[in-house]
């Protein structure tokens, strides 16, 4: 049943299939959404994790510093979705044409609209013989944050953080909260580079320093190597030490669910699933589906704001905006579709500062302190592409971020033009410090992959004045 | 009972953490860091935190799907 115009729309609503592949935040809200807005047909949610959905951003947290259980952070729900649950087996094809989804242990669903929310997962360690050992971890399900969780409360003597992205960053702070020995080994100039850029990166830096962090940059982990009984004992860096630790957390990025489309003539690859503005999957030749919608992590979808760039964000915030419009879309035709234009907005706890950012820092060629100062670690940061203001970085004063978000919806004049609150006393623009872009980044949460919807390349490309 | 703060939307004014210090907690000035299912018990207090969140960051659970319940099964 295809769902466009007014009266096989309303037929859909009442009594079509849709079947939910990824039962985490984004497949969980697009749900709630599609009861709330009357869909009344069948619902099916596919997730190859057993548990219910549940909460990610704890993991890093509360969990690690043993405050809640790994398996304590279930998402509440905003109301029952009724839906018949395929919980703990993964979709391993898709077949567009019949419209059928493919499961692990053999059975087909059929569809009419579909949902891909999929997700990523974390990047492994990419020595298969040294993942394997005894002490390596990653951080992305409750699984691997109990182990990491379990490895921690047994106290090792040194811990091993591959990566100072935010998952890194955040990793090393629950370490040194515990009071562990932490080493943290970043191939960039300063933690967090990739995402919010040097400048920024090097107030990061001193955070992990004054708290007792063994912060190595420009460094690459060369070699994990283990005991004769496969437990870690070392790790050999770059620059030709080695350091004796008894567990790893290899904080590299992630990988986008992808695998399971292939071949099915979406636009997937590594970098997620390309869909338009209004969460519709393109298919390899850049066309627009019309009953396959993507949301979440695994989706890449252009925006206006910043030049109609695909934009891959890995945000709670994101998932929960776009899910929302994913699910009003899949029942709705015409011009009751709604775009999803968010605003990307991003938060980080880590050694007791609350880190947000609103915009794509990214995106940017200039920024300038606006508000405090960077040696108190607590600030905002507004950041400018081409003259206009793009996003704003915040320690420690979020209060400020929806004012700067305004000024990043109206593309405001940057230096911006206002005299802030507390302003520094000398406000000048600088150079925001970012890496190469070309070069694939495991901080950013944010990539800008370009215009075309197959573009699976990490392009961006600000006008340096 | 199960919740969630949305913290792209928190500010940190801590009220939660006043109304509800076993549920919500401060670290440092501005962070916050809570109990994602705490203990039933806590219902009250944590119902007065979310009200009183001048952003209306804390969503709890609207449904009594119990916390535990799991596997393929037709979970409503
Ligand atoms: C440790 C950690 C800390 C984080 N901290 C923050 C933070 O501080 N701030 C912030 O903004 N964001 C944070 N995030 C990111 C945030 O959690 C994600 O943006 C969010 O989980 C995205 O939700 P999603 O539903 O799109 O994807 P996911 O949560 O990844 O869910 C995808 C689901 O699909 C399942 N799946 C994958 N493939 C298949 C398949 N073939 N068949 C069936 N099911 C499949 C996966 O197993 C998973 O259950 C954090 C993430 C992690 C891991
Ligand atoms: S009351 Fe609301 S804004 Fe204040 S700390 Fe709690 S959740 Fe955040």
């Known amino acids: 049943m295809s769902a466009d115009g007014p009266e096989r729309a309303h037929a859909f609503k009442k009594g079509g299939h849709i079947v939910i592949v990824g039962a985490s935040l984004a497949g969980l809200r697009a749900a709630e959404t599609l009861r709330e807005e009357g869909f009344t047909?069948?619902?099916?949610?596919?997730?190859?994790?057993?548990?219910?959905?549940?909460?990610?951003?704890?993991?890093?947290?509360?969990?690690?510093?043993?405050?809640?259980?790994?398996?304590?952070?279930?998402?509440?729900?905003?109301?029952?979705?009724?839906?018949?649950?395929?919980?703990?087996?993964?979709?391993?094809?898709?077949?567009?044409?019949?419209?059928?989804?493919?499961?692990?242990?053999?059975?087909?669903?059929?569809?009419?609209?579909?949902?891909?929310?999929?997700?990523?997962?974390?990047?492994?360690?990419?020595?298969?013989?040294?993942?394997?050992?005894?002490?390596?971890?990653?951080?992305?399900?409750?699984?691997?944050?109990?182990?990491?969780?379990?490895?921690?409360?047994?106290?090792?003597?040194?811990?091993?953080?591959?990566?100072?992205?935010?998952?890194?960053?955040?990793?090393?702070?629950?370490?040194?909260?515990?009071?562990?020995?932490?080493?943290?080994?970043?191939?960039?100039?300063?933690?967090?580079?990739?995402?919010?850029?040097?400048?920024?990166?090097?107030?990061?830096?001193?955070?992990?320093?004054e708290h007792g962090v063994d912060l190595r940059c420009r460094v690459t982990v060369t070699a994990l190597e283990g005991d004769p009984s496969g437990r870690l004992r070392r790790a050999h860096l770059s620059d030709g030490t080695a350091i004796d630790v008894d567990a790893a957390v290899v904080c590299l990025g992630s990988i986008g669910n992808t695998e399971w489309l292939a071949g099915s003539g979406l636009a997937a690859g590594p970098r997620g699933v390309a869909c338009d503005a209004g969460c519709r999957a393109f298919d390899v030749n850049g066309i627009v589906t019309d009953d396959v919608f993507v949301a979440?992590?695994?989706?890449?979808?252009?925006?206006?704001?910043?030049?109609?760039?695909?934009?891959?964000?890995?945000?709670?915030?994101?998932?929960?905006?776009?899910?929302?419009?994913?699910?009003?879309?899949?029942?709705?035709?015409?011009?009751?579709?709604?775009?999803?234009?968010?605003?990307?907005?991003?938060?980080?706890?880590?050694?007791?500062?609350?880190?947000?950012?609103?915009?794509?820092?990214?995106?940017?060629?200039?920024?300038?302190?606006?508000?405090?100062?960077?040696?108190?670690?607590?600030?905002?940061?507004?950041?400018?592409?081409?003259?206009?203001?793009?996003?704003?970085?915040?320690?420690?004063?979020?209060?400020?971020?929806?004012?700067?978000?305004?000024?990043?919806?109206?593309?405001?004049?940057?230096?911006?033009?206002?005299?802030?609150?507390?302003?520094?006393?000398?406000?000048?623009?600088?150079?925001?410090?970012?890496?190469d872009p070309a070069l694939p980044s495991h901080g950013a949460t944010v990539t800008i992959t370009g215009h075309l919807p197959n573009d699976q390349r990490v392009v961006f490309t600000p006008a340096r004045a | 009972m199960r919740l969630v703060v949305d913290l792209t939307r928190c500010q940190g004014y801590a009220q939660c953490a006043f109304l509800a210090p076993d549920v919500f907690t401060m670290h440092g000035e501005e962070a916050l860091l809570y109990d994602p299912n705490p203990d039933d018990a806590q219902w009250d207090r944590v119902r007065r935190a979310a009200a009183a969140c001048p952003v209306q960051a804390i969503l709890v659970d609207q449904t009594e799907i119990p916390a535990t319940a799991q596997e393929g099964t037709h979970v409503r």
Not at chain 1, 71 to 76: F, N, V
Request: glycine share 10%.
């Open chain 1, 41 to 209: 047909g069948s619902l099916t949610m596919i997730g190859d994790e057993p548990d219910q959905p549940y909460d990610r951003p704890p993991l890093s947290k509360q969990v690690l510093l043993g405050m809640v259980p790994a398996e304590h952070t279930a998402l509440p729900r905003r109301r029952e979705i009724d839906a018949d649950w395929r919980l703990g087996v993964p979709a391993i094809g898709l077949d567009l044409d019949a419209h059928r989804v493919r499961l692990a242990d053999g059975q087909e669903i059929g569809f009419d609209r579909l949902l891909i929310a999929t997700g990523v997962r974390a990047r492994p360690w990419p020595n298969e013989n040294e993942r394997d050992l005894d002490g390596v971890f990653v951080l992305r399900t409750n699984g691997d944050a109990a182990r990491l969780r379990r490895r921690l409360a047994a106290r090792p003597r040194r811990v091993l953080v591959i990566g100072a992205g935010f998952m890194g960053s955040e990793v090393a702070s629950a370490c040194r909260e515990l009071g562990l020995e932490v080493t943290v080994a970043e191939r960039g100039p300063v933690p967090l580079v990739g995402a919010l850029g040097g400048v920024i990166g090097s107030v990061v830096a001193r955070m992990h320093r």
């Open chain 1, 296 to 435: 979440g992590d695994v989706a890449r979808a252009p925006n206006p704001l910043y030049e109609y760039n695909f934009l891959f964000l890995e945000h709670w915030g994101n998932a929960v905006a776009q899910a929302e419009v994913a699910g009003h879309n899949m029942i709705s035709c015409g011009s009751a579709r709604r775009p999803h234009l968010a605003i990307p907005a991003f938060w980080s706890t880590q050694f007791g500062v609350s880190i947000r950012s609103v915009g794509v820092p990214t995106f940017a060629d200039e920024m300038m302190v606006m508000q405090g100062s960077l040696e108190e670690r607590r600030f905002v940061a507004a950041y400018g592409h081409r003259g206009r203001v793009t996003a704003a970085v915040a320690f420690d004063q979020a209060k400020w971020l929806d004012f700067y978000r305004e000024l990043i919806m109206a593309a405001a004049p940057f230096p911006p033009s206002f005299v802030p609150v507390d302003r520094p006393p000398v406000m000048r623009s600088m150079s925001p410090e970012f890496p």
